[in-house]
Each structure stands twice: as C-alpha cells, then as structure tokens.
C-alpha cells in the first residue's frame, strides 16, 4: 500500500494497521477461548461473536489494496456474512451470560435460534439480490454498497437485538451478589456495544464523500476501531473467568502473557511488513532482503523484551500475593524429579570415580527400609562402553542388598571424611550416605578398590568430601521433597474442591456453598473409578460398590432397572460404550471402530487380551494403549450425561464440566 502524506491517505494507513491488529488480536482471543473454555457455553458464545467480528475486519484489510468497485463488490457483500450475524451472536451472547445467573427461560432460548436464522435469511439477500445493499461507491480510502429498499429492516433488527442483549446484560448484574461478578459483568456491558458499533455499516447509506467528509469519516473511524481493539480484549478477558476453575491469577497470567507473545507480536511484525516498501527505497536494497532481516529481528527482539519486562508484569498481575508467588515460582525452579537427583547422582559418581581412577562406582537409596540400586557407573556386561544409568549390569555384581542394609545401620562418624570411614567389601569400598544431624542413613555409595585398602591421598580426600557431602544433600533433599508430595496427593483434591467452591459465583437465587454438589463427579480418581466399574461389568464389587452409583444420571436409571444399582450402572455404562460405535457395519480393524471394538470386546464380551489384539490386528501393547484411550473418552462421556449433556448430539452443558482438571491431570 503506497502511503501519501496527506492526511485522508495517513487516515487510511492507521486505519489498515488498526484493521490488521483487530483480525489478529480477534483471531487469537477466539482460539484462546475454544482451547481453554470451550466447555462454557458463555464462551462458546462469545466465539460465536467475536468469530463474525473478524469477518467484517478481514474484509476491511482485503478492501485497502483494491482499486476497482467491481473488484471490490465480492468483498464487501462477503463482510455481510459477519454483519448479518453478529446481531444474533450478540442475543446468543447475553443469553448465555444470563443463564449463568440461574434466570433461564425457554422462550429466550427459541429467540436465540430465531434470530440466527433471522440473520442467515439476511445475508442470502445481502449476496444474492439487490434488495438489502447494491452496488455502491468505491474510494482508495472508503468503499461502501448502497443501500437497497429492505435496508431499514436490517437497521431495525441490528438495534433491537443489541438492545435486547444489552438489557440481559444489565439483568445479569443486578443479579450478581458478589463484588468479584458484579465488576466481571460490568466490564461486559461497557464492552459489550463496541463489536457492534464497529461492524455496522453506516456507510451504506451515505452518499460519495467529499475529502473533507472523507477525512472526518477516516478519523471515526480511527477512534472506533481503537475502542474495539480495547474492548474485545476486556469482552475475552472477563469471559476467560466463566465456568473455569483455575485460580483467577492463573488465568490472568496466562492471558496477558499470551497477548503479548501472540498478537502483539504478530501486529508489531504486521506493522512493519507495512512500511518496509519505505524503507527498502531509502535504503536502495530488495524488499525481500529488507523484509526478511526486519521480521526476524523483531521476533526475537521483540522475545527478548517481554523476557525482560516478565518480572514487572508478574508483580503488576500479583501485586496482593507477590511473596507466595515468588516462593511458588522458586519452589518449581528447584524441585527436583527423580530423573533430576540420578542425573546429579550419576555426575557425582562419576567425577568421584574419575578422582580415584577407577571404572565401577554405584549410589543405593534406602527405600522402605531396603537399599536398591538408584544410579551406577560402570562398563556394561554386553561389551566394554562405559554405561551410566539405573537398569544396566556390573561386570562385578554389588554387594548383596543384606550388605548394604547392615551397613546403613553402622554408626557414624561425626568428624571429617577419613579413609577409615570406608568399608571394603565384595571388591568395593563403600561409604553410608548420611542427614545432615548425621542421625538416619539415606543410602550407599560404593566405588571399585583400586587397591585391597582405601588409601585416598589428602587431596584426593578433600575432593571426596566436597563431592559426597553434595551427593547427601541431594539425597536429603529428594527426600524432603518426597514429603511435600505426599502431603501434595492428600490435599490436592481438597484444593480442587476450595477451587470448584471459589468457581462458583454467587448470583440472586443461587444455592449456598453448602449445597454445591460433592459427588464423585468431581473426585480426583474419577478416571479409576470408571476403569474399575468396567472391569466388573457382570458382577463384582467394584461395579456393586463402585463410587459412580451416587451419579445422578445413575439415580435416574434406577427406576428403568428395577431399583437394581448394578444394572442401573451398567446400562449407563452401556449408553456409555454405544455412543462411540460408529454408524454403519461394524470393521474390526478400521481406525474408526477400534475404541468401541476394545470396549465391547474386553468388557461386555470379556475376551482376554491376546485374542483381542489377534482379532483387532494389533500389538498387546498398542492394545493397552488405545484402551486408555477408550477408558478416557467413556469418561468424559460419563460426564456429559450427569451435566444433562445428550451425547453425541453436541449441545450445550451449561456450566463447564469439571473432568478438565482430573481427566487431563491423569
């Protein structure tokens, strides 16, 4: 796009830049959403909106580099597919927003579906007649269709139905009981017109501009699109909160983090893909050349800068909490997984057998009381490379575990590390690995005699000293943290339900926090539950006991069944396993059928393991793993019917289901 210096030209290129950040930031904010709320019907409907926002921006950007009307027609009647629908996005929006209040009613629902068909029916007269727009006016800088004799029945319908939405809006606040919603749902209604008013074409009544009109048309429009900008991401900001049970600084941290690392890098790169046909003449080299070096400079400096600028977000977004997220932060820095300490323990072992000059060397960790082996160091049986890892084979084997166990219960020398502190056996010297207090073993290290007795020189010592006391700490440590674990898979599912009771926003007609129901729906071990149901499919105590009887969707069973719980369980395990067979004849080795071949075949069947996989022509472990799989999707189903959910017929649940959390975790 060539850019002029007179004013309607520079109008127009802020305009086009404006435009372009509105498609990426719109575009970004939905696949935000749909991956991390789409169980929200608010935010399902929401995607619906700002999904329609974007179309009429795409067409905007498509129209700044045509240069002819008839070219630019098929655009402009295409930006209808988002003009005529956003109306009903807007009603569909406001609905949901207000069904999250407990306020729901029929009626309005019918409205909702009206209104989209409504809108279809207007956007078939927008691209194939002449009665809702026609032929317009086409300006470098503004392009517009007339408008044609059913026109005011469009402007109609817009007003109303944004009105109508904006009244639910208002409902919904009056019925917010809690600080934290009432303010959620205010940003939503001073944000909610701005998509609006930003899409409708006022233009389509207007006649060709003069250059001052032009100009003064091109600065509204400047304005309007800087408030739509802001306003989508206040819209996605406080529809990011719905139905989600993440703490809301979580959520927080990750939409700003996101904005800056996608749209606004994405805008800034747009940007200057705009402007470098300027530069690559002043500075005489191909646009290419120019532009290849500019993007990818800005990328990573542009990462580097929000690298830099994370500390001073992070204290804005937790300015209450600072200090327990700083300590929350470190703890995840310096945890240390299993796979962490023998990765230590192997660099220690080995700088410590590099010392001595000798080839074999092993850590044993007392677990339960009985050493094994965690890391070793040493030439594998198969062939002479040096090995390091747990699970390999010693040319000479260690001691026998007896050994090592009654050496951790030798007494400890509390002074420095001396040769005589190491115990020669099996062709090993060995050495207990101690606490800090010096008072409980944590394990055993053992390295290969160079010689019948330890004869470390003093400097060898010093060394030594440096090196084992490090291997105990770490191993103090590991231990320390396996404690925090522990305690960690006792109160998580606590924690989960402190965050289902915090999720829960307070509105006019509401339950108490005492009713919130506390079924198995919501345990940690939910996925288990299921697994063990099914493995008693014709009978057993894990079907006849299972937790999942307390499902309401079990409850209501029960009637059909006879009052029978066992049966009621299975026949929705049934419903269950059913709603993954696929239409038409049944394949046994077709990728579409194999979930559903599993499932039938392992538990309603009950054929072992060997014979499905011949039948299904798979491995026995592939076997086991697409079972997983099958386990998981009859979850999830599960859980779609005890939210009312019809399977397989993908209507909406209304709050968003709690399996996210433990179905993902697992």
């Known amino acids: 796009m060539e850019i002029s210096l007179d004013l309607p030209s520079i109008l127009a290129f802020a305009n086009l830049i404006l435009s372009s950040a509105i498609v990426i930031v719109s575009f970004s904010l939905l696949v935000y959403i749909l991956t991390h709320n789409l169980r929200s019907s608010v935010a399902r409907s929401f995607c619906a909106l700002i999904a329609f926002v974007t179309v009429v921006y795409v067409g905007d950007v498509a129209l700044s580099e045509i240069e002819t009307l008839e070219a630019a027609i098929p655009w402009l009647r295409f930006q209808w597919l988002g003009i005529a629908f956003v109306p009903a996005a807007y009603l569909h929006f406001s609905d949901a927003l207000l069904r999250t209040t407990n306020l729901t009613a029929p009626w309005r629902r019918w409205a909702v579906r009206a209104s989209y068909l409504i809108s279809a029916a207007l956007f078939g007269l927008a691209v194939s007649t002449d009665l809702l727009v026609h032929d317009g006016q086409h300006l470098p800088q503004i392009s517009h269709l007339a408008a044609g004799p059913l026109f005011w029945v469009f402007a109609l319908y817009f007003v109303l139905t944004v009105a109508w939405g904006a009244q639910n809006i208002r409902r919904a606040r009056r019925r917010c009981l809690t600080s934290t919603s009432r303010r959620r749902m205010t940003y939503l209604g001073m944000a909610f017109a701005a998509p609006g008013l930003g899409v409708f074409p006022y233009l ?22 800087v408030g739509v900008a802001l306003m989508i991401v206040v819209m996605a900001y406080s529809v990011a909160y719905f139905g989600v049970l993440t703490p809301d600084r979580v959520i927080k941290h990750s939409l700003i983090h996101y904005l800056l690392r996608g749209p606004f890098v994405a805008t800034c790169v747009v940007i200057a893909m705009l402007t470098i046909p300027r530069v690559s003449r002043i500075l005489g080299l191909p646009r290419d050349t120019v532009l290849i070096f500019t993007i990818v400079g800005l990328i990573v400096v542009l990462q580097i800068f929000i690298n830099l600028a994370k500390p001073f977000i992070d204290r804005l977004i937790y300015r209450q909490d600072r ?13 240390l997984t299993t796979t962490d300490l023998r ?5 220690v072992l080995a700088a410590l057998c590099e010392l001595l000059r000798v080839q074999k060397g092993f850590v044993a960790v007392m677990a339960g009381g009985e050493p094994h082996v965690e890391v070793f160091c040493g030439p594998h049986l198969s062939g002479g490379a040096e090995e390091r890892g747990s699970g390999g084979e010693f040319t000479s084997a260690p001691p026998h575990p007896s050994t090592l166990a009654q050496l951790a219960q030798s007494p400890s020398n509390n002074g420095a590390l001396d040769n005589s502190d190491f115990i020669v056996r099996d062709g090993y010297w060995l050495l207990p690995l101690r606490t800090g207090d010096r008072e409980s073993t944590l394990g055993v290290l053992g390295v290969d005699e160079r010689c019948p007795q330890p004869d470390l020189t003093e400097d060898e010592l010093e060394v030594a000293r440096v090196l084992i006391a490090q291997a105990e700490l770490a191993l103090e440590d590991q231990h320390l943290q396996q404690g925090v674990f522990t305690a960690l898979r006792r109160i998580i599912p606590r924690i989960e339900r402190i965050q289902r009771w915090r999720g829960t926003v307070r509105y006019l007609g509401s339950p108490g926090l005492e009713t919130i129901e506390e079924g198995p729906l919501y345990g940690p071990d939910f996925q288990q539950w299921v697994w063990d149901a099914l493995s008693h499919y014709w009978g057993g105590p894990k079907l006849t006991k299972s937790p999942l009887l307390k499902l309401k969707v079990v409850q209501r069973a029960l009637e059909e069944q006879g009052g029978n719980p066992a049966r009621a369980l299975r026949s929705v395990l049934d419903r269950a396993i059913e709603s993954l067979r696929p239409e038409g004849e049944r394949h046994m080795t077709t990728a579409e059928w194999i979930l559903y071949n599993i499932l039938e075949l392992k538990f309603i069947q009950g054929l072992k393991v060997r014979d499905i996989a011949m039948r299904l022509a798979i491995s026995e472990s592939d076997l086991y793993r697409k079972q997983r799989v099958a386990i998981k999707e009859i979850a999830k189903t599960i859980v779609n019917m005890e939210q009312g959910v019809t399977v397989g017929a993908g209507s909406e649940a209304g709050a968003s289901p709690p399996e996210d959390l433990h179905l993902e975790r697992r």
């Open 204 to 225: 389509v009544v207007a006649s060709m501009p003069s250059p001052l009109v032009s100009g003064i048309v091109l600065l509204l429009s400047l304005v309007g699109n």
């Open 323 to 335: 200090e327990e997220i700083t300590w929350i932060q470190e703890l995840d820095k310096r945890l």
């Open 343 to 347: 990765q230590f323990l192997e660099n």
